[in-house]
């Protein structure tokens, strides 16, 4: 299973850096991206889990290079005519590209998609919040199997000694 987030010409380095952290949090393969905004604001980049020394942050021309025959392109756009993410299937090996925080996917990459899904929300949200929502919407309708107690055991930090 291969999960590649792909950000349009991302403008704000603290959205790059929780995507960052989103993609550590679900699993994500690599993290690319395209523009020179980010590239110019890396050094404000807030990374903190410092999950890209395990996924890689990538910057690229074109997001959909060098992917592998079985890859699916899903846009993720608040456009006319996009499937609603609730009733939008997951492939197994997806890039998921999403549009920067003042503007839109280019028409050249929508057109190579294999799908645009959007979040039906009131208004848009942004792209941290987003790729957060579609990567927990990939989880949850996932048949992986997780060990909730382990996983829980695993991921929390030391301040949190909860029990239910």
Sequence with gaps: ??????????????????????AGCYQASEVRYSGERFA???KFQTDTKNISSKI??????DLTADLSGDVRIVCVELVE??????EFEHPEN????????????PQDIVSKAHAVVYVP?????NLAATTNVLLYDRLAKSSTEIN????ILNSRDSNNRLVV
Aim: aromatic fraction near 4%; glycine fraction near 10%.
């Design 121 to 125: 929300t009131i208004g848009c949200m």
């Design 94 to 105: 997806a890039l998921y590209i999403f549009g920067p925080e003042d503007g839109s996917i």
């Design 81 to 86: 005519g996009a499937t609603p993410l609730p």
């Design 148 to 151: 909730h107690q382990e996983r």
């Design 1 to 22: 299973m291969s999960v590649v987030i792909g950000l349009v010409n991302p403008k704000s380095p603290s959205n790059v850096g929780a995507v960052m952290r989103a």
């Design 56 to 61: 890689p942050l990538k910057a690229t021309n």
């Design 40 to 42: 110019r604001a890396a």
